[in-house]
């Protein structure tokens, strides 16, 4: 199963990815993640979208299509995906659908995660990242200590650069200007388009998208 999530920033979609990849089994691939740790551990991929990311802008889709590929090939892929991310831009959507018809693959869903703007910042203002395993938090101050118990060093909450209010407006202008035109293109090619709100509860919002996907 191969399920593209599209929604603005700080809709939950990295969160409620990881609940679908569990649940479904399929690995969850997030271009954010793949991009930040290319930006930590300071390789040319890093080094060439680092000053990007931290303005809040896109990467080239080049950039993506190359990350999209190799994921999608990897043996891990083999019975599906879940795209957080992944698809901002109409070209990387073009780029998708290319890339599934040289490897044989269809893709089976387009979960569009709605919250409006306000709710955005709100929560975008309020969250810190674990600096070891990257978990975000909710709430919590930078400085204090992550107590998630899957890892050994357990890191310290920092924000996220992009999560700074300029670079959060950024973020939300880049989304209208640029990827909200992707569930148009979606439409009109004929993509089983699905739209959940993602306002409430984690919980909450798992069970509308079970629902809307039908699982
Ligand atoms: P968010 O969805 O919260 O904005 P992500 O962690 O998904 O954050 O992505 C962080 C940054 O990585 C983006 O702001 C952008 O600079 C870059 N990025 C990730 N995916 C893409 C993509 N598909 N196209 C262009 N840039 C991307």
Same mark, same amino acid.
């Given at each position: 199963?191969? %399920?593209?999530?599209? #929604?603005p920033? !700080?809709?939950?979609?990295?969160t409620? !990815?990881?609940?679908?990849?569990?649940?479904l089994? %399929?690995?969850?691939?997030?271009?954010?993640?793949?991009?930040?740790?290319?930006?930590?551990?300071?390789?040319?991929?890093g080094?060439?979208?680092k000053?990007? $990311?931290?303005?809040?802008?896109?990467?080239?889709?080049?950039?993506i299509l #190359?990350i $999209?590929?190799?994921?999608?090939?990897?043996?891990?892929?083999?019975? #599906?995906?879940?795209l957080?991310?992944?698809?901002?831009?109409?070209?990387?959507?073009?780029?998708?659908?290319?890339?599934?018809?040289?490897? #044989?693959?269809t893709?089976?869903?387009v979960?569009?995660?709605?919250?409006?703007d306000?709710?955005?910042?709100?929560?975008?203002?309020a969250?810190?990242v674990?600096?070891?395993?990257?978990?975000? /938090?909710?709430?919590?101050?930078? !400085?204090?200590?992550?107590?998630?118990?899957?890892h050994?060093?357990? !890191?310290?909450?920092?924000r996220?650069?992009?999560d700074?209010p300029?670079?959060?407006?950024?973020?939300?202008?880049?989304?209208?200007?640029?990827?909200?035109?992707? %569930?148009?293109?979606?439409?009109?090619?004929g993509?089983?388009l699905? /739209?959940?709100?993602? $306002?409430g509860?984690?919980d909450e919002?798992l069970?509308? %998208?079970?629902?809307? *996907?039908? *699982?």
């Amino acid at each position: 199963m191969i %399920i593209v999530l599209l #929604g603005p920033p !700080g809709a939950g979609k990295g969160t409620q !990815g990881e609940h679908l990849s569990e649940e479904l089994a %399929i690995p969850k691939i997030a271009t954010g993640d793949v991009l930040r740790a290319a930006v930590r551990e300071g390789t040319p991929l890093g080094l060439a979208a680092k000053a990007a $990311m931290e303005r809040g802008d896109l990467v080239p889709d080049d950039v993506i299509l #190359g990350i $999209m590929k190799e994921a999608l090939a990897s043996p891990s892929a083999a019975r #599906g995906a879940i795209l957080d991310g992944v698809i901002r831009t109409t070209p990387q959507a073009e780029g998708l659908a290319r890339v599934l018809a040289e490897l #044989g693959r269809t893709l089976d869903a387009v979960l569009v995660v709605d919250v409006p703007d306000e709710a955005i910042v709100e929560r975008l203002s309020a969250r810190t990242v674990c600096d070891v395993c990257q978990r975000p /938090f909710t709430g919590r101050a930078p !400085g204090e200590r992550c107590d998630a118990d899957d890892h050994e060093l357990q !890191g310290t909450l920092v924000r996220r650069k992009d999560d700074e209010p300029d670079a959060i407006r950024n973020r939300l202008a880049v989304y209208q200007r640029q990827t909200a035109p992707v %569930i148009d293109w979606y439409r009109t090619h004929g993509a089983a388009l699905k /739209f959940v709100d993602g $306002m409430g509860t984690q919980d909450e919002v798992l069970t509308r %998208i079970r629902t809307t *996907l039908g *699982l």
